[in-house]
T-cell receptor, first 114, second 114 residues
Framework: KAGVTQTPRYLIKTRGQQVTLSCSPI?????VSWYQQTPGQGLQFLFE???????NKGNFPGRFSGRQFSNSRSEMNVSTLELGDSALYLC?????????????FGPGTRLTVT | SQQGEEDPQALSIQEGENATMNCSYK?????LQWYRQNSGRGLVHLIL?????REKHSGRLRVTLDTSKKSSSLLITASRAADTASYFC??????????????FGQGTTLQVKP
């Protein structure tokens, strides 16, 4: 099975612009989570989707949003980019929607905001 | 912050030696997981231990969990140069509504010298 894929892998944007990142989970996985990783704050949970519904959201401003499609692919969007949004954005999928479950991470999208 | 703490932040050992990393967390959990990350890439799941388990093994990995002390440790035996990576503990805490939201520690950077 193919692993979790994320596109694009690298992105450079300017302050004030918006960006959309894409994540394709492992086939059959219906839960998709997004995390932001920065040197200062570490790995922080953004949101989780299951069957096209956002079930949980981290402590991020409303500029961060996401969605999940019927084929379980997910996108996250960041509007009005700020320098502090520069980070590695990681997507993870899991087979189960509840209970103890490991998450499979993609390679990430490295976003640089200038 | 809900994030846990890991100790030590960095660890350098010789090939063949054992490496021990510790993780402390703050809230009651459903389970605790350990992940490995190589050079800012995606995370790889290593092991999951449920809150009612005290010890778990997987190959050269041994994980312990002490819920009374809210702490866990990861032991890598007979380390190899390929084990060089950052290691993160992640808690699936009881208040997450079973949505798979993980709270990550700051990580331990392990260097194994050949």
């Amino acid at each position: 099975k193919a692993g979790v894929t994320q596109t694009p892998r690298y992105l450079i944007k300017t302050r004030g612009q918006q960006v959309t990142l894409s994540c394709s989970p492992i086939s059959g996985h219906r839960s998709v989570s997004w995390y932001q990783q920065t040197p200062g704050q570490g790995l922080q949970f953004l949101f989780e989707y299951f069957s096209e519904t956002q079930r949980n959201k981290g402590n991020f401003p409303g500029r961060f949003s996401g969605r999940q499609f019927s084929n379980s692919r997910s996108e996250m969007n960041v509007s009005t980019l700020e320098l502090g949004d520069s980070a590695l954005y990681l997507c993870a999928s899991s087979l189960k929607g509840q209970g103890p479950r490991e998450q499979y991470f993609g390679p990430g999208t490295r976003l640089t905001v200038t | 912050s809900q994030q846990g703490e890991e100790d030590p932040q960095a660890l350098s050992i010789q090939e063949g030696e054992n490496a021990t990393m510790n993780c402390s967390y703050k809230t009651s959990i459903n389970n605790l997981q350990w992940y490995r990350q190589n050079s800012g890439r995606g995370l790889v799941h290593l092991i999951l231990i449920r809150s009612n388990e005290r010890e778990k093994h997987s190959g050269r990995l041994r994980v312990t969990l002490d819920t009374s002390k809210k702490s866990s440790s990861l032991l890598i035996t007979a380390s190899r140069a390929a084990d060089t990576a950052s290691y993160f503990c992640a808690t699936d805490y009881s208040g997450s509504g079973n949505t798979g939201k993980l709270i990550f520690g700051q990580g331990t950077t392990l260097q194994v010298k050949p």
